[in-house]
């Protein structure tokens, strides 16, 4: 079998698991997101079984049997019928007794089924999040998708505010932006592209409706899946001249992502970054105005680990995405955020978006 630097580690992390006994002999990946990064499978079925000795051995469904064929490195069975009967008929065979499950990516309804089914001498393991962690830690070739992902969405921003004119809804901004990305040449939005236009952008996760955009505060999330890989970005334009209040507040978020972009380097806990933004929105009467994290890890989701939240004590590592995103929301006025994606490097970071946060009026 060839090897698999990727398997290779999450078998590394399965033998460490030895709080309750012995490790486990084998570990049941549930979750797409982490049987693609194993495997490089992209199918929407699979069930990936993996051995403590390094045989993998992934389940998918006759639809898939030729691209399982072209995309997957390990051996492949090819399921009639449920994969979990597949996946138990395997777990006797390969007489495995300590099976390690992902406790957040199945149902109690399909644990249930499954353990109801095993051999009567296996155990089951729940484990959490250990794929994840791996999943942290960026290699080369991801770093350049995301990279490239993050590049695609700013100029997607841009082509679709040239586009903007007066009569347009929230709705069709938002509309344009996922024209322009997919044009640009993304799979796809990374989650629903948020544009909240004066009052509405109190709320940190607008869905845009069909207010029009007239003059005042405009908030625009956006990300892009490029080659599977996320980015995320929010920037801020304003319609007509700035109020003093608006630009004070700007300056505050402004300063705010800076001095938490400023922190990050290897060794720092995650929940520092999050309270350099929290310090600067404090210093200017806001903080209380800021009711989310500072930012989140991405990748091939557009919310991974790390969280940078009040309580992360996850340390930053070279080679981690993440974004950088406080915010201010107040009601009956609007809010502000400004968000990056950077790459935690050797000596600190790299900025990835290359859209200017200078104050934009248009
Ligand atoms: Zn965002
Ligand atoms: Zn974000």
Redesign the pocket.
Known sequence: MPHNPRRAAAVERLAALTETGPPPDSFLVSSLHNIRYLTGFTGSNAALLLGADGEARLFTDPRYTLQAGQQVDCAVSIAKGPLSKAVLKAVGKARYRRLAIEHDHMTLAQFESFRKDLPERTETLPVSGLVEKLRMVKDAGELDTIRRSVLLNSEALEAALSHLKPGMTETDLAAEINYRSRLLGADGPSFDTIVASGERSALPHAHPGNTLIGSGILLIDMGAFFQAYAS?MTRMVHIGKPTKTYKNAYKAVLEAELAAIDVVRPGVKADKVDKAARKVLKAHGLDKAFTHSTG?GLGLEIHERPRLGRKDPTLLETGMAI?I?PGVYLEGWGGIRI?DTVVVTATGCEILTPTPKELRVI
């Open positions: 995320d989140h974004t995103e968000e």
